[in-house]
């Protein structure tokens, strides 16, 4: 589904001691705000009638509970709402849930307030009876206050709105495994089964075999109408057009088994290749650019986040891309990271029309291979990962900064790009090795730190964030609490 086939349900709390009169009015009131947050944010914002009762809460939240086109529900007290009317359907809600605490008029009407008007906009103390019940419940919520025309207040709600896409993708997600994960590395490994018990991902192993028998089978036209798609994209910078074409043939072949078997990502091993003449790089690096999830190496975590932060970022500006810390820059004052892999880095970021090139590759013992070779552009991003510390899921998520890469590598043609780390180089360093951050990573320009909390919040897995306030006593102070909060099953 696409992020704009998502809708969020507006539930507006309310009760019947001040007269039925009152709820014309509050369903109007619903439908205006909730037209505005739909024309002002990524999906469509659905206001149902008033609630009054217990029953008809619960009712509402099971209707939204069953309809996988309602990504979260978002509630708003507009009078005093009885918290424990509630609980029935508060207990009964498996979708993401944000509390609104808004007020449909801007200002107090000074001049013409009076006990009617009180009795109609109770917000105020309404929103906070609600906000004991979620906070007793120990409710998973997002709470944003404030007025529902400001756009600070609508960009917080569409934060959450991705992150809460994010999860409904998350939890429908397959990940094909080509072969295993490259052996001896520990990082890119993990628990399966707690991966799908709390982010829904089905991870399934087929064997190299099964994607050769696809390859085999792709005709002379498929591979001519990729090579089109190449064109309409990237610029050919090789006289090798078999290399190229037997990338073609790749991608038609791993997209085809994708596609019939419900994969959204995907990874490769180059450790184990069987009858495959080229590891997949130029096919990797498109299938990323349509949206598909890529790990390398067997990383199957990477290339299910990939999937996912590439659906919550649907409609945004810059790119999102499977990546790996490649090499440091540790020139005094301006220290830097330069991200990149030996093929498969998403055409998204790049800041020119990417060139495919044929290169030989060290590793893998196969043909050379096409690949993408350009630089990323500049901008502010995030750089994700996700690890598996036995006990939990951990996301990591550093600020950067990418900047223009002025040098060419004539000796690496890679897909690079360069960043610097907040707070810096050597502090960013520290706190990712310290919280066990893998090598590989999801970086993009689109997403912030914002919608990756919100995500992790939403699916219950543990959230660090290195940014330009971050000190290494208290990040190791944080990551000793948070050990002993999982310990206690907090």
């Keep these: 589904m696409s992020i704009k086939d998502y809708e969020f349900w507006f539930l507006v709390g309310t009760q019947h001691l001040y007269g039925e009169e009152i709820f014309a009015d509050i369903n109007f009131h619903a439908q205006e705000i909730s037209k505005c947050l739909s024309d002002n944010l990524p999906c469509k914002v659905v206001a149902k009638p008033c609630v009054k009762t217990s029953g008809e809460i619960l ?252 659906l919550m970022a649907e409609g945004m500006d810059g790119g999102t891309a499977f990546m790996e810390d490649y090499t440091y820059h540790f020139e005094p004052g301006n220290e830097m990271l330069m991200g990149s892999h030996m093929l498969e880095v998403c055409p998204t970021i790049a800041q020119t029309k990417p060139k495919i090139q044929v290169h030989p590759l060290g590793i893998g013992d196969r043909e050379d291979p096409a690949r993408l070779v350009f630089k990323a552009q500049t901008g502010n991003a995030i750089v994700v990962t996700l690890v598996d510390m036995g006990d939990r899921l951990r996301m990591i998520v550093n600020d950067v900064e990418c900047k223009e890469q002025v040098n060419d590598m004539p000796k690496l043609p890679v897909a690079s790009v360069l960043w610097k780390s907040l707070p810096c180089l050597q502090t960013s360093a520290e706190a990712w090795i310290y919280a066990g951050g893998a090598h590989h990573s999801v970086l993009s320009y689109s997403l912030t730190a914002a919608h990756m909390r919100d995500f992790a919040e939403i699916m219950g897995i543990e959230f660090l964030h290195i940014n330009k306030d971050t000190e290494i006593n208290s990040f190791k102070k944080e990551l000793f609490y948070n050990d002993v909060a999982y310990k206690l099953g907090m």
């Design 59 to 310: 009712s509402v939240i099971e209707q939204a509970n069953n309809c996988p086109e309602c990504a979260g529900v978002i509630t708003w007290m507009h009078t005093f709402s009885p918290s424990k009317m509630w609980i029935a359907g508060l207990n009964a809600l498996n979708k993401p849930y944000l509390h609104l605490n808004t007020q449909y008029n801007r200002d107090i009407p000074w001049d013409t307030i009076d006990m009617d008007f009180m009795n109609l906009n109770q917000s105020a103390h309404g929103d906070r009876e609600h906000g004991y019940i979620h906070a007793r419940m120990r409710k998973k919520v997002k709470v944003a206050a404030g007025y529902w025309q400001d756009k600070a207040f609508q960009d917080k709600i569409g934060i959450w709105m991705r992150a809460a896409v994010g999860a409904a993708e998350s939890r429908k997600l397959r990940v094909l495994r080509i072969s295993d994960n490259m052996r001896n590395v520990a990082v890119t490994d993990g628990d399966k089964i707690e991966a799908q018990i709390k982010l829904g991902w089905q991870v399934d192993h087929y064997g190299v075999g099964d994607i050769i028998k696809y390859v085999d089978a792709v005709t002379e036209d498929e591979i001519d109408a990729q090579m089109a798609e190449y064109d309409k994209y990237y610029d050919t910078d090789t006289d090798n057009i078999d290399a190229v074409r037997y990338q073609a043939r790749e991608e038609v072949a791993v997209k085809k088994f994708l596609d019939e078997n419900g994969f959204g990502a995907f990874h490769t091993n180059f450790e184990d290749l069987q009858g495959l003449k080229q590891l997949p790089g130029l096919a990797a690096q498109d299938l990323m650019r349509q949206g598909y999830g890529f790990g390398a190496e067997g990383d199957w975590k990477v290339a299910a986040m990939t999937r996912v932060m590439k």
